[in-house]
């Protein structure tokens, strides 16, 4: 069954804690993207990597730091330097330039 | 720069009447463009798009949307409405000669009524 997983389904994070979202994807997909939504703000872009060991930041990268040390693993850190972590965390994957495939989402909430 | 804008925050339809939902794209090139659906606390899945070809492109549950160049809209529509449509619909665009980023539209929430 091919697809994108994401986990957990929900994320609680204790203040001054680094927490790390994990997206797993079988599609063969080169390219990775992570998004955060807010109610009423749509998706907006965190990082995204188009290879394997290569990522760039998106529209608000800061707080948050990735790795894509394989091509089917894109983990998503929200560190503590992001004030303001409670959203929705989407993780898509795409074969370059083609439509953007989403997983399931990580709810993150701050205790 | 390229946005993207759902004017209506909220579309209500009853049963089986038709519906519309709007978008309106602004990009320096030639356009790629994409319906999305959200149901709650689901990722998105993907409707429709257009790349090139003819304007009206037919989807996924019966979904179509109509290209219009000269009004840089691509709005969503269904002939009968479903109440298992409701849903949260996201329109995004990006720039069809380079390799930017899509850039999504802030959702209009869709709501069908018995």
């Known amino acids: 069954d091919g697809g994108i997983t994401q986990s957990p389904k929900y994320l609680f994070r204790k203040e001054g804690q680094n927490v790390t979202l994990s997206c797993e994807q079988n599609l063969n997909h080169d390219a990775m993207y992570w998004y955060r939504q807010d109610p009423g703000q749509g998706l907006r872009l965190i990082y995204y990597?188009?290879?394997?060991?290569?990522?760039q930041k998106g529209d608000i990268a800061e707080g948050y730091s990735v790795s894509r040390e394989k091509k089917e693993s894109f983990p998503l850190t929200v560190t503590s330097a992001q004030k303001n972590p409670t959203a929705f965390y989407l993780c898509?994957?795409?074969?370059?330039?083609?439509?953007?495939?989403f997983g399931p989402g990580t709810r993150l909430l701050v205790l | 720069a390229q946005s993207v804008a759902q004017p209506e925050d909220q579309v209500n339809v009853a049963e089986g009447n038709p519906l519309t939902v709007k978008c309106t794209y602004s990009?320096?090139?030639?356009?790629?463009l994409f319906w999305y659906v959200q149901y709650p606390n689901r990722g998105l899945q993907f409707l429709l798009k257009y790349i090139t070809g003819d304007n009206l492109v037919k989807g996924s549950y019966g979904f179509e949307a109509e290209f219009n160049k000269s009004q840089t809209s691509f709005h969503l529509k269904k002939p009968s409405a479903l109440v298992s449509d409701s849903a949260l619909y996201f329109c995004a665009v990006r720039n069809g000669g380079s390799q930017g980023n899509l850039i999504f539209g802030k959702g209009t929430k869709l709501s069908v009524k018995p």
């Open positions: 990597s188009q290879i394997v060991n290569d990522f």
């Open positions: 990009v320096s090139g030639n356009p790629y």
């Open positions: 898509a994957s795409s074969i370059h330039g083609e439509t953007q495939y």
